[in-house]
């Protein structure tokens, strides 16, 4: 059985037995045969203690350019941001860099900002020869980051679609790596 105790649940974890296999909470103690602890989600320590995160936990951004809202000058990526509906992921951060970079170059050269395009991309492998995948585009809204268009693989793609989908994946896998890598 699979079972979720988020921290408003519970008071929060308090302490962890590994030897006993428990979680003590503010309220209760837990024992599992497998525990798995997420800790709070939110924006880095240095984020945190430069004043870059609100009370959210978050650092709020300019969604055209990546910069702070709460410190001019300093722009932020990534897993950091408080991106609206952008997921955070490695293909996403990417996205959001370019957009910042340009933004960046455009702002030092005096010249117009180009609309930015932001992107995530996501596969999943269900065997060798067998993947899934989604593609979602983003676009700036007031203050934040919305969906624009999405695509999903269906249910009962063919054969063919999913091992199609596979050579999809590692040629984006390759030319992500080769992207951020060299």
Same mark, same amino acid.
């Given at each position: !059985?699979?079972?979720?105790? /988020? ?10 037995? %590994?030897? $006993?296999?428990?979680?003590? =909470?503010? #309220? ?11 800790? /709070?989600? !939110? ?7 430069? #004043? ?17 809202? +709460?410190?001019?000058?300093? @722009?932020?990526? $990534? ?6 509906? !952008?997921?955070?992921?490695?293909? #996403? ?9 340009? *933004?960046i170059v455009a ?8 609309? /930015?395009? %932001?992107?995530?991309?996501?596969? =999943? @492998? +269900?065997?060798?020869?067998? $993947?899934? =995948? ?7 809204a007031t203050g ?5 268009? &999405?695509? &999903?693989?269906?249910? #009962?793609?063919? *054969? ?8 999809? *994946? ?7 790596t080769h992207d951020?890598? $060299?």
């Amino acid at each position: !059985m699979i079972e979720w105790l /988020p921290g408003e649940f519970t008071g929060g974890i308090k302490a962890v037995d %590994l030897g $006993g296999r428990s979680v003590k =909470t503010e #309220g209760d103690t837990y024992r599992a045969d497998v525990v798995n602890v997420i800790p /709070p989600q !939110m924006a880095g320590q240095l984020a945190q203690q430069t #004043g870059l995160a609100d009370r959210s936990g978050w650092c709020p951004v300019d969604p055209t350019t990546f910069e702070s809202t +709460l410190v001019p000058g300093i @722009y932020v990526v $990534g897993d950091a941001t408080s991106s609206g509906q !952008m997921a955070k992921s490695a293909f #996403g951060s990417n996205s959001q860099a370019k957009v910042c970079a340009f *933004a960046i170059v455009a702002a030092l050269a005096g010249s117009e900002r180009a609309p /930015p395009h %932001l992107f995530n991309s996501c596969f =999943t @492998y +269900l065997a060798p020869d067998d $993947g899934i =995948t989604s593609a979602i585009s983003y676009k700036a809204a007031t203050g934040t980051i919305k969906v624009d268009d &999405l695509f &999903l693989s269906a249910v #009962g793609e063919s *054969a063919e679609r999913r091992r199609q989908i596979v050579q999809q *994946a590692d040629g984006w896998y390759a030319a992500f790596t080769h992207d951020v890598f $060299g």
